[in-house]
């Protein structure tokens, strides 16, 4: 493995600018499979107040992407997701500040809406970014398939490594939630949970949403794969089959509760269902829910030791 002085200095500024942009990106244009999921629900739902608000969001993001504006006006809380290739050089607290830079940079350049405030005092940063802000995961990517699940996105270069930005809007990271389930509760006790956890969201994280479960773990590994799972492009399943229908189950079950596009009737209640799992203790099962409105924005990229970036979701 290559020496970490051996990673020049422009290598960390590609990191900044690319965490730049992924952040304008994310808030401007939406994912394909997002959109087309959106499409789907326009034509399959049944419900009049359902399809008009459904006509609605696909004008917002059409007009968002041809005046390159922003699909929402909340800004979110940043969120990066990073996978490290097995044999990345890179000093990860460069990337870290460099990270850190960029979403500043995109807050006051752009500008952005600021959103990070001190959790007592209230006092605006004015930069998105503060004490562990942005949130920042690592993850180091397997040499194969085969050791291990990923990310979307298995073109991380080995020598190199992806962000993942995921601007999380209040409305819905406000419903969030976790509970620690016994083994006695089964696997009706983690649907149960998880339904409730929707019900209870109703129109607030603005409907439809994408479902993000973490199952197993611990407290903490629970709620960050419920994240995670966020971060997964609709229409992929995990790939444990039992956990596959049950995402499945779910997807169906979520939309016979009829909240509907932003809470006011339809059967388009989800867009997705999607859990990470983990194993566990044989005396607990966690289970977190972390919903993403609609507007589940999110961007990509991939930086090479050589400074290069490829932009994608």
Request: aromatic content about 4%.
């Amino acid at each position: 493995m290559p020496a970490t002085n051996q990673v020049p200095a422009h290598v960390y500024e590609a990191v900044e600018e690319a965490a730049m942009q992924l952040y304008i990106r994310a808030l401007k244009v939406l994912p394909p499979d997002l959109k087309a999921a959106l499409a789907q629900a326009r034509a399959t739902e049944t419900d009049e107040s359902g399809r008009r608000f459904l006509d609605i969001m696909l004008e917002n993001v059409e007009v968002a992407e041809r005046d390159e504006n922003l699909v929402c006006q909340d800004t979110g809380t940043v969120v990066f997701w990073l996978e490290i290739g097995e044999e990345c050089a890179f000093n990860l607290a460069r990337v870290s500040a460099a990270v850190k830079r960029g979403t500043e940079r995109a807050t006051v350049e752009h500008p952005l809406r600021p959103n990070a405030v001190h959790p007592l005092t209230r006092k605006n940063t004015m930069t998105n970014t503060g004490r562990h802000l942005p949130a920042m995961h690592y993850e180091f990517v397997p040499g194969s398939p085969e050791d291990g699940p990923r990310l979307p996105g298995a073109d991380v270069p080995a020598d190199g490594l992806k962000l993942h930005c995921l601007p999380k809007g209040s409305g819905s990271e406000n419903m969030s939630f976790l509970k620690m389930l016994i083994p006695a509760d089964g696997v009706a006790g983690v649907k149960r949970f998880i339904l409730e956890c929707i019900v209870e969201a109703g129109p607030k994280p603005c409907p439809p949403t994408i479902v993000g479960v973490g199952l197993g773990g611990t407290a903490d590994l629970c709620t960050a794969l419920a994240k995670r799972a966020v971060l997964r492009p609709l229409g992929t399943h995990n790939d444990d089959p039992v956990v596959a229908a049950l995402e499945d189950e779910l997807f169906a079950a979520a939309n016979e509760l009829g909240i509907g596009p932003m809470g006011l009737g339809g059967r388009t209640t989800v867009l997705g269902v999607n859990i990470e799992h983990a194993h566990t203790h044989i005396t607990q099962n966690p289970v977190a829910v972390n919903l993403q409105c609609w507007a589940a924005r999110r961007a990509s990229a991939v930086v090479t030791p050589a400074g290069d970036v490829t932009y994608g979701f």
